[in-house]
Antibody, heavy 122, light 115 residues
Framework: QVQLVQSGAEVKKPGASVKVSCKAV????????MHWVRQAPGQGLEWMGI????????SYAQKFQGRVTMTRDTSTSTVYMELSSLRSEDTAVYYC???????????????WGQGTLVTVSS | QAVLTQPSSLSASPGASASLTCTLR?????????IYWYQQKPGSPPRYLLR?????????GSGVPSRFSGSKDASANAGILFISGLQSEDEADYHC?????????FGGGTKLTVL
């Protein structure tokens, strides 16, 4: 069945970068876009951007432009989200989420990763 | 002013109904948007519940009971998630979302307590 398996928790210092992975299992990796969303402790959800695993094209939320990079490795069916220049406000759980529709950058659907906690602290 | 505003909390009794609102910022017309709703329980990722634009443009998420439904209140410029026959398992955070200005935008979420 479809699973999105994310990498483990990270602790980073301010100014550093973090790279979170999301491995797709149980479906054709290149047929579905992948979103990234984050959630700070006790806060709401925040969309970061989306990647098309087929060609690697990306679209980022304006807030993260210049600081986020989404990439993919088709040989391992894995997408990555790298966030640089980390600050304490970036402490959050980061999720990957797949649309329900093939070849579409549509809404975040039924499939989500388990989440990766990134803690930024000196 | 935030694009989407949700009340931070709501309480209701088991068996009762609850209406969770998602108010769009002034100048953004609720009638033109599909509104998506997600349920999130502690320690878990969100679960897609449904989307609603109109009675002819709506979708129920996979396995989501029919007691969850969507609607709009045009006079309040708001989307509504209606939950009937509340059960203890409905206690969760509920998030609304729209596609606006080339980005997916979420509300701040409503914590629903069933007691």
């Amino acid at each position: 069945q479809v699973q999105l398996v994310q990498s483990g928790a990270e602790v980073k210092k301010p100014g550093a970068s973090v790279k979170v992975s999301c491995k797709a299992v149980g479906y054709t990796f290149t047929s579905y876009y992948m979103h990234w969303v984050r959630q700070a402790p006790g806060q709401g959800l925040e969309w970061m951007g989306i990647i098309n695993p087929s060609g690697g094209s990306t679209s980022y939320a304006q807030k993260f432009q210049g600081r986020v990079t989404m990439t993919r490795d088709t040989s391992t069916s894995t997408v990555y989200m790298e966030l640089s220049s980390l600050r304490s406000e970036d402490t959050a759980v980061y999720y990957c989420a797949r649309p329900n529709d093939e070849y579409s950058s549509s809404f975040l659907g039924d499939y989500w990763g388990q989440g990766t906690l990134v803690t930024v602290s000196s | 002013q935030a694009v989407l505003t949700q009340p931070s909390s709501l309480s209701a009794s088991p068996g009762a109904s609850a209406s969770l609102t998602c108010t769009l910022r002034s100048g953004i017309n609720v009638g033109t948007y599909r509104i998506y709703w997600y349920q999130q329980k502690p320690g878990s990722p969100p679960r897609y519940l449904l989307r609603y634009k109109s009675d002819s443009d709506k979708q129920q998420g996979s396995g989501v009971p029919s007691r969850f439904s969507g609607s709009k209140d045009a006079s309040a410029n708001a989307g509504i998630l209606f939950i009937s026959g509340l059960q203890s398992e409905d206690e969760a955070d509920y998030h609304c979302m729209i596609w606006h200005s080339s980005a997916w935008v979420f509300g701040g979420g409503t914590k629903l307590t069933v007691l």
